[in-house]
Nanobody
């Protein structure tokens, strides 16, 4: 049974930073592309960032480029999202996802985490 458990969300002021983690179990983590998505109230879930299994490819939504960094530690079965220069519009529930290999540009989701709330105050 695949489990993706996010942590690190919270409340931060605009301009601040947060670091999210997602611990994976029940899958061969090192073979999966991993990604972060987010969903703001009243909006559809959207792609934020993704990283290939070998870390050689990383993609970001235009809205977070230069501010967010995705990384992974295959030895710890964990993917991270470092978020800097946060803006109120970054407020959302952030979800970790295991993505089928080779689909990073158009992610095909294998599994979702339960999400973690990020709130950025102005």
């Amino acid at each position: 049974q695949v489990q993706l458990v996010e942590s690190g969300g919270g409340l931060v002021q605009a301009g601040g930073s947060l670091s999210l983690s997602c611990a994976a179990s029940g899958l061969t983590f090192s073979t999966y592309t991993m990604a972060w998505f987010r969903q703001a109230p009243g909006k559809e879930r959207e792609f934020v960032a993704g990283i290939a299994s070998n870390e050689r490819s990383r993609y970001y939504a235009d809205s977070v480029k230069g501010r967010f960094t995705i990384s992974r530690d295959n030895a710890k079965n964990t993917v991270y999202l470092q978020m800097n220069s946060l803006k109120p519009e970054d407020t959302a529930i952030y979800y970790c996802a295991a993505v089928l290999p080779g689909t990073l540009r158009s992610p095909v989701i294998h599994s979702w985490g339960q999400g973690t709330q990020v709130t950025v105050s102005s």
